[in-house]
């Protein structure tokens, strides 16, 4: 009996399922690794909004919470207020949460390469 060339049938059902596990575990890594390049961009956005409510928090601390306001909002705002030209940095502060002039609601919205919102509520107390 002469041996035959090539490969058996169990042979190739092993390989295919090798190969359709290698594939299963490869296509998610791929798909995280075009999106890695964005992580850095939502960061940097969120670094730059989570910097202007501190900002504002430390003149409610300084000025008190009848006079706080954004210190990047005037017309000469300081350096410290100074974004890359690549984002938008924005804030508003509402003077009363649902009609009690006892607290304020600060937002803070970054836009640009990548979006980021931080909402504060703050009292009077």
């Known amino acids: 009996m002469t041996r035959k060339q090539g490969f058996s049938l169990i042979e190739l059902i092993i390989f295919i399922i090798l190969l359709g596990i290698g594939i299963g575990v490869l ?8 999106y890695v390049h964005r ?18 928090l430390a003149q409610k601390n300084v000025n008190g919470f009848t006079d706080f306001t954004d210190p ?43 979006y980021a919102l931080l909402n504060t509520l703050v009292a009077n107390y």
């Open 27 to 34: 296509v998610p890594l791929v798909i995280t690794l075009r």
């Open 39 to 56: 992580i850095d961009k939502y960061t940097e956005a969120l670094e730059l909004t989570q910097q202007r409510m501190e900002l504002i």
């Open 72 to 114: 990047c909002s005037g017309s000469s705002p300081p350096t410290i207020c100074s974004v890359p030209s690549n984002y938008t940095v924005t804030a508003t502060i509402t003077n009363d949460w649902l009609g009690d002039p006892n607290y304020k609601i600060i937002t803070v919205t970054t836009d640009g390469d990548a």
